[in-house]
């Protein structure tokens, strides 16, 4: 049941991840980055993670979607103009793009090592105790910057709008 479940998740997942890529209207890319942060909760509860998953929900679906959404709502872009494409990409993308991928899985299957089998359930690394004491010692300064990170880009996209509105 769990491989059935994480087959389902993960094409989920990467389904979404897709059409945010191929998506023309920024609000209709946000909604599917809402389902990829779903269904990667939904890979975490299968680990055993609940706290990581709760987070996961809470912190990248909830919050930040909302803040993604604010953004794009004070930038006021409208659906992207389609872009031209030649015809040495139109023939030659996938098929250069698929002997990447398979260049890429081939290197990865050399160089790294074979690990242990993953056992749904038996992850015990993710309560609040464990996440908090790496969080605020190991990764203080990755947590730091991605928190300036974010207040930069609020600022951009509030100077851009006021531009805009000028």
């Not at 809470?58 to 872009?77: D, K, W």
């Not at 398979?102 to 105790?129: D, I, R, Y």
């Not at 974010?150 to 851009?160: F, M, T």
């Amino acid at each position: 049941m769990d491989l059935i479940l994480f087959f389902l998740l993960a094409f989920v997942a990467v389904g979404c991840a897709i059409n945010l890529v191929l998506q023309s209207h920024p609000i209709s890319s946000a909604i599917s980055l809402i389902g990829v942060m779903v269904s990667l909760a939904g890979l975490y509860l299968l680990l055993g993670a609940e706290f990581i998953a709760a987070a996961q929900i809470i912190v990248y679906a909830g919050a930040i979607m909302v803040l993604f959404t604010i953004v794009i709502m004070l930038l006021n872009s409208g659906k992207e103009a389609p872009g031209r494409m030649n015809n040495l990409s139109r023939f030659l993308g996938l098929p250069l793009l698929l002997v990447m991928v398979g260049l890429l899985a081939m290197v990865l299957v050399q160089v790294v090592p074979p690990t242990q089998e993953v056992k749904f359930g038996n992850f015990t690394g993710g309560g609040p105790a464990d996440l908090g004491m790496l969080l605020f010692t190991k990764y203080v300064l990755p947590f730091e910057a991605t928190s300036v990170l974010i207040l930069v880009a609020i600022l951009g996209a509030v100077v851009l709008a006021l531009k805009e509105m000028d």
